[in-house]
């Protein structure tokens, strides 16, 4: 933001709801005076043309009916204004107007008043062009050095220019590979045309070579073309600038020296007269318009430049020398003579605001009054104090500026999810197999206290899951209103998501007295998806290569009670054994125990059992909630599964590495096709042919490669999504254990999801596996360091992709270590040095049935290897068998 504000001379809003864009404004002496007094000359999308002659009677007025001294509505819309020598016989000045299929020449005149009125000024036309093709923009000067008048040229949509010499049309050219127009300008001292193609180059163009080059009636090549009459236009020089540019300037210095200024959407480029560059200016900010003028210093140019933040600057060559606050953004500005006045800036905003202003400062007069002397009584101060810092300390409690319940208050959000299946299901392009993909509908209910203002909702849920719909707009104009949002969610790909929950997030401005456009808060409601949205009942299998056990301190529950709509009604005797189908294929069996307390989990693949074991955790507590009994529990006394879960980091950190490769080898490629490219276009434009050499051919198989590499590359990051999204699920299922094993509260399990789980996506830039060791580095380093040297080793600031994944292994086994001998999480650094405690057992293997396979228990000999020591087994514990027919 800038210190100084452009100080406001004149300014006027014009019309309702017209547009306005960069070739909209024009400063000239119009009407001819011939006082050196120039007047503002605007047009408009809506066809009115408007001309001003601003004198305010002091700074900052608004517009006085004197000051328009012509408007007149020319029906067409207005895309350029000009002024020039467009009319034969005579150096007068005219006025030149550009619609999209017509230009007209108007001369502007005043005739002196007898009444208190003032002057009448009128157009009349001189003459008009009917354009064959839509026009884009023009410019004008003595074309071929013709003295005492100018020439038009206009380019179309297609890339043609066409010159007109005064009132008659001379030729037509088509710009070669013109794919779309851009701006165009003229350089008198090299008599050439300069534009910027849509192959993000400056290109130069002589007029003698448009004008001796083979005539443009048709954008097809001819057959005199063909046969070699006529000129081939060919382009003067070019500069490739590798970005699209606003606008184009000459500047002459004086007659033997001109620059040309291009302003690009990030850069200002300065270049010489045969496009060598002179400088150029990297811009901090979006640039909307700019205009380079000669400036007081000898060699140098200064350059007003507007940009999108409502500022406008001005730069000496590179050299920022003001910076101006402007009350809209300008799309275009010009300087010009006013009222006697030099140097005043005129500026034009898209949407009518015309403004004259000047740089500089206003003095401020404001002194500040005396303080009237008292006599301070104490006590009165002693007592505001208190009642200050106590609530400064009520604030610092609440964690917030205002009561969490009045931000309630304002907003109501509710989510309910539809009990039955929408009847006809709204999965489009799915890619499940065979399966009918069902579809649940989601109903979010919104209600609101006070009026507010952009209310948005915005629905998430985890991928391969899709909605229909995932972005609301919502107006809340009156209090006590209730809006609705209804969407449906379907499962899209052939895995398994993450989470079954979703969050529906409001973002709304809650208006106040101080602040009218609204203090913006958000609020959230999550939900919870059916089970069997992405799950079908199936048959239970008594082999499984993934086993789970989940202890409860309570009887077992009946499975058809628990998962009603997953009961196979030909196996009723079977109430303790259920299966469950993917709608991907895969397979979970679920079975509870009939004489001890126990549940057990197998599938075929170990992340699939996350959802089905979260799920049986939830309707347990669910269930006992209802029956009245709050001490329920559940643990987990089994070996922490570490192993199956280096596999799926191994498997997704591979995917990484390929798609790297993958990568490097399609850059590869395609500088390669690059050069060969390079190599044939040199081969077709030598004038003595000369065999290719194979280079055809080549070119092909690279082109080729290039294809099925970009192929492989998508298969890679495809396969790599997936890879994430089975790797959170089986995290999730590893934290959820691990609470359960050590009976973590909410925060401590919060301080684990937020160090195994801190990305949404997985890019080849940032990676789960360096910032998933990164933060599980921090926590051996803090809380549960074993010494003060642990406490002092710094972590290194930037992450970069691992060679391998031994080290992020290696801390994760040391983190299950720590955790079993006592370890304490949290983030306060007081609580760093873990207790000397041992928790029995917690080491140890304690195998989930008697039906286990002796190699495993004699492989669990011990979870954990330390680098120093072996921490021993304890004695098996006798545990009676699962009971059901499948153990």
């Keep these: 933001m800038s210190l100084f504000k452009a100080r406001d001379w004149w300014s006027t809003v014009l019309g309702k709801k017209e547009e306005f864009d960069q070739g909209c404004l024009c400063l000239a002496d119009v009407d001819n005076s011939g006082n050196g007094q120039d007047k503002i000359v605007v047009g408009s999308f809506m066809g009115y043309l408007r001309i001003f002659n601003p004198h305010p ?26 002024v020039g020598k467009f009319v034969s016989g005579t150096e007068m000045l005219h006025l030149a107007v550009l619609h999209s299929r017509k230009l007209c020449v108007y001369s502007v ?34 074309f071929g050095g013709v003295k005492g008048r100018d020439l038009i040229c206009i380019q179309s949509m297609d890339g043609m220019l066409m010159v007109f010499e005064q009132e008659s049309y001379a030729f037509g050219r088509f710009l070669p590979g013109s794919l779309l127009p851009g701006p165009l300008a003229y350089s008198s001292r090299t008599d050439s045309f300069i534009t910027v193609s849509s192959c993000r180059q400056v290109e130069s163009y002589k007029y003698q070579v448009l004008a001796f080059a083979t005539d443009a009636d048709k954008r097809q090549e001819t057959e005199q073309q063909k046969l070699g009459s006529g000129k081939r236009l060919v382009v003067d020089w070019t500069l490739n600038i590798g970005e699209q540019a606003l606008d ?103 949407d009518g605001h015309l403004q004259c202003s000047y740089l500089g400062t206003d003095p401020s007069l404001f002194q ?26 009520d604030v610092n409690k609440t964690q917030g500026i205002w009561p969490m319940t009045e931000r309630e208050d304002d907003l109501t959000v509710s989510a309910m999810v539809l009990p039955n299946f929408d009847s006809v299901p709204q999965a489009v392009d799915v890619d499940v197999g065979t399966d009918l993909v069902p579809s649940v509908t989601v109903k979010i209910t919104l209600h609101n206290r006070l009026a507010l203002q952009k209310a948005k909702l915005s629905v998430y849920v985890q991928q391969p899951l899709v909605l229909t719909c995932d972005q609301f707009t919502f107006e809340f104009i009156a209090p006590e209103m209730t809006r609705t949002a209804d969407f449906s969610v379907f499962l899209k790909g052939s895995y398994m998501p993450s989470e079954l929950e979703g ?27 059916p089970l069997k949205l992405i799950c079908l009942p199936g048959q239970p299998s008594k082999t499984a290569s993934h086993k789970l056990t989940i202890d409860t301190n309570k009887s077992p529950v009946s499975l058809l009670s628990l998962f009603p709509g997953f009961a196979n009604q030909s196996d009723d005797d079977q109430v303790n054994v259920l299966g469950f189908r993917f709608l991907g294929g895969s397979r979970v069996t679920l079975l509870a125990s009939k004489t001890s307390q126990r549940y057990r989990i197998q599938s075929e693949r170990f992340e699939d059992l996350w959802l089905i074991t979260n799920e049986l955790i939830l309707r347990l507590q669910e269930y ?14 089994g070996s922490m599964p570490l192993q199956e879960y280096f596999e799926l980091i191994d498997h997704h950190f591979e995917l990484r590495v390929n798609g790297e490769k993958l990568e490097e080898l399609l850059s590869e490629r395609a500088v390669q096709l690059r050069a060969i490219q390079r190599r044939l276009l040199t081969r077709f434009k030598d004038k003595t042919p000369a065999p290719l050499q194979h280079l055809d051919t080549l ?29 959170k699920s089986a995290t999730h ?57 642990e406490q002092a080793l710094n972590l290194s600031s930037q992450l970069n992709i691992p060679k391998d994944t031994s080290r992020l292994k290696k801390h994760i086994t040391l983190l299950c270590d720590r955790l079993a001998k006592g370890g304490h999480l949290c983030l306060s650094s007081d609580a760093t040095a873990p207790p000397s405690m041992v928790m029995p057992g917690g080491c140890s293997t304690i195998p989930e049935s008697d039906l286990e396979e002796r190699s495993i228990e004699q492989d669990s000999t011990g979870l954990y290897t330390n680098h120093r020591h072996l921490i021993a087994e304890t004695p098996k514990p006798e545990v009676a068998p699962l009971q059901g027919g499948l153990a």
């Excluded at 009165?380 to 400064?392: G, P």
């Excluded at 997030?505 to 609204?518: A, E, I, K, L, W």
């Excluded at 006992?624 to 006394?637: L, N, V, Y």
């Design 624 to 637: 006992f909630e209802k029956q009245g009994i709050k001490d329920f529990e559940c643990s987990f006394s």
């Design 368 to 393: 500040a009054p005396k303080v009237e002397s008292r006599e301070l009584n104490y006590d009165e101060l002693d007592i505001e104090l208190k009642e200050l810092q106590k609530i400064i300390k």
């Design 248 to 350: 184009i300037c000459i500047v002459s210095f004086n007659q033997s020296v001109s620059s040309v200024f291009v302003l690009g959407e990030k850069n200002f480029f300065c270049l010489k007269d045969n496009g060598q560059i002179r400088f150029m200016k990297k811009l901090d900010c979006s640039p909307s318009c700019f205009l380079p003028y000669c400036s007081v210093s000898e060699g140098t140019v200064n350059t007003l430049i507007g940009n999108h933040n409502n500022m406008l600057h001005i730069y000496q060559d590179v050299t920022l020398k003001w910076a101006t606050q402007l009350p809209h953004i300008p799309v275009a500005v010009g300087v010009g003579c006013l009222h006697n006045l030099k140097g005043v800036i005129v500026t034009l905003s898209d």
């Design 503 to 529: 969050n529906a997030v409001v973002s709304y401005s809650r208006p106040t007295d101080r602040n009218p456009d609204g203090i913006p808060r958000v609020i959230q409601c999550k939900f919870r998806l």
């Design 109 to 142: 005149s005043g005739t002196l008043g007898n009444v208190e009125h003032g002057n009448q000024y009128q157009i009349k036309l001189m003459y008009e062009h009917n354009l064959q093709r839509t026009a884009c923009n023009m410019t004008y000067g003595p």
């Design 733 to 789: 299922l590893l934290i959820l254990l691990i609470g359960l094993w050590q009976k973590l509260s909410a925060d401590q399990i919060a301080i684990l999801e937020a160090s195994f789980l801190p990305l949404q996506q997985d890019t080849q830039e940032l990676g789960w596996e360096e910032t998933v060791d990164a933060a599980i580095s921090h926590l051996l380093k803090t809380c549960l360091s074993k010494s003060s040297k």
């Design 699 to 727: 070119l092909d198989g690279t082109y080729k490669q290039v294809i099925a590499l970009a192929d492989a590359v998508e298969e890679n990051q495809d396969n790599l999504f997936q890879s994430f999204t089975r790797l």
């Design 57 to 82: 009677v002091k700074t900052g007025d608004g517009v006085q009916a004197e000051d328009l001294l012509l408007e007149v509505h020319l029906r067409d819309p207005i895309l350029q204004v000009e």
